[in-house]
Nanobody, 116 residues
Framework: QVQLVESGGGLVQAGGSLGLSCAAS???????FDWYHQAPGKQRGLIAR???????EYVDSVKGRFTISRDNAKNTVDLQMGSLKPEDTGVYYC???????????WGKGTQVTVSS
C-alpha cells in the first residue's frame, strides 16, 4: 500500500507561480500519476498526467502553464504551476494507478488559492 501526501499549496497572486509535490511512501516506478483539480463547488477533474515511462499529457486549460514531472529515486511527483489564474483556485490531488486498471492511490489534497 502506497500513501500519497501532497504539499506546496498556498496563496498566490494571479500571474504568479507555485510548485506542488506529491510524496509517496513507497516505490513509484511502476505507477502512472495524475494531478487533479477541484474548484470550489465543482467536480474533481484531471489536469495533468505522467506515465511510468515519463510521457506527459495536459488538459488544454493548463497546457504551457503547468509542468508535471517525477523523480523515481525520491518517490515524488511534482506539479510546477505558472501564470496562475483565479480559476486555478481549488484543491489539488495527487493520484496514482498501477497500469490502466490496477490499484489506485489518492492523496488528501492541498489547497491553492489564486487572488486576482
Amino acid at each position: 500500500q502506497v500513501q500519497l501526501v501532497e504539499s506546496g499549496g498556498g496563496l498566490v497572486q494571479a500571474g504568479g507561480s507555485l510548485g506542488l509535490s506529491c510524496a509517496a511512501s513507497g516505490s513509484i516506478s511502476d505507477i502512472n500519476f495524475d494531478w487533479y483539480h477541484q474548484a470550489p463547488g465543482k467536480q474533481r477533474g484531471l489536469i495533468a498526467r505522467i506515465t511510468r515511462g515519463g510521457i506527459t499529457e495536459y488538459v488544454d486549460s493548463v497546457k504551457g502553464r503547468f509542468t508535471i514531472s517525477r523523480d523515481n529515486a525520491k518517490n515524488t511527483v511534482d506539479l510546477q504551476m505558472g501564470s496562475l489564474k483565479p480559476e486555478d483556485t481549488g484543491v489539488y490531488y495527487c493520484h496514482g494507478r498501477i497500469g490502466l486498471f490496477g490499484r489506485e492511490y489518492w492523496g488528501k489534497g492541498t489547497q491553492v488559492t489564486v487572488s486576482s
